[in-house]
C-alpha cells in the first residue's frame, strides 16, 4: 500500500521549471531513494511534499489524502517530518531544547520524555550533550541532532536530505546504519542523497531524477548494477 505517491507533479521557482511532470511512489515500510546530480530537482521534491513549496499542478497524496496545497506547519503535523539539506537545527538552543522543537505539538511532557529516550537510543552522543549548543557540536553531531529533533514527532513518513553531506566516512557509515535500524523497526523514509552508492546499498527502491524528470527508476541493487547509473553517479 502505497503510503505516499506523487503524479504528475510540476513545480516552479518563479520562472523556473524545477519539477516537470514527476510521478513516484513510497510504499509504506519502504526506504525509497531519489538520486541525481545537484540542480536536477530532488531537494525540491522534498520541500514540495513537505509543503515549503506548493505544486503548480500534479498531484501529492498522502495516505489517500491530497496534501499538495497544506502548508508545511499542518503537514508537519500529519506525520511527515523533514530533515532539511544542511540540517538546520537551532544553534543557539541546547541539544534539549533542539529535541523539544520536534515535539512542539506534543502536550505531554511525559511523552516528550520517552520520545527523547528513543532518540537516545539511536544517538546515545544527543544524551551526552544535552545541555550544549546545537551550533558547537560537530558537524556529525549536528546531522544526528537534525535526524533526532524529526524523530521526536514520531513521524510515519521520514524525508531525510542528503545526510551524509560533508561528513568522514566512520560517520556517514553510523548514519546509514541508523537508518536501516529505524527502517527495520517501521518507517518508511524518502531519502535524497548525493551518494548514490550508499544510498542504493539501503534502498529497496530508487528513481535517477535529472533536470526534474524522472529517467529511470528500479530496485536498489537493479540500479547499482545498471551501466548508466554507474557511469552517471557511481564511477
Avoid: C, W
Avoid at 69 to 97: D, N
Avoid at 173 to 193: A, H, P, R, Y
Avoid at 202 to 209: L, S, T
Wanted: hydrophobic share 40%; no cysteine.
Amino acid at each position: 500500500m502505497s503510503i505516499l505517491q506523487l503524479k504528475d507533479v510540476n513545480t516552479f521557482y518563479g520562472g523556473i521549471h524545477a519539477l516537470k511532470g514527476i510521478s513516484i511512489s513510497v510504499e509504506k515500510g519502504e526506504i525509497v531513494t531519489l538520486i541525481g546530480s545537484n540542480g536536477a530537482g530532488k531537494s525540491t521534491t522534498l520541500k514540495t511534499i513537505s509543503g515549503q513549496v506548493m505544486p503548480k499542478t500534479g498531484s501529492v497524496i498522502y495516505e489517500g489524502k491530497d496534501i499538495s496545497k497544506q502548508p508545511a506547519h499542518l503537514t508537519a503535523q500529519t506525520g511527515i517530518a523533514h530533515v532539511p539539506e544542511g540540517r538546520r537545527i537551532f544553534p543557539r538552543l541546547t541539544v534539549k531544547e533542539n529535541l523539544e522543537m520536534g515535539a512542539f505539538i506534543v502536550k505531554d511532557k511525559k511523552i516528550v520524555k520517552e520520545r527523547m529516550e528513543k532518540v537516545f537510543q539511536y544517538f546515545p552522543r544527543l544524551q551526552e550533550r544535552l545541555s550544549q549548543k546545537g551550533g558547537t557540536m560537530s558537524g556529525g553531531e549536528q546531522q544526528m541532532l537534525a535526524i533526532g529533533r524529526a524523530l521526536m514527532s514520531k513521524p510515519r513518513l521520514l524525508l531525510l536530505d542528503e545526510p551524509s553531506m560533508g561528513l568522514a566516512p566512520v560517520i556517514v557509515e553510523q548514519i546509514f546504519d541508523i537508518i536501516s535500524d529505524l527502517n527495520k523497526e517501521g518507517m518508511t523514509i524518502l531519502l535524497v542523497e548525493q551518494n548514490a552508492y550508499q544510498a542504493l546499498q539501503v534502498a529497496h527502491r530508487g528513481y535517477v531524477i535529472q533536470t526534474g524528470e524522472i529517467v529511470m527508476a528500479g530496485q536498489g541493487q537493479e540500479l547499482i548494477t545498471n551501466e548508466q547509473v554507474r557511469e552517471a553517479y557511481l564511477a
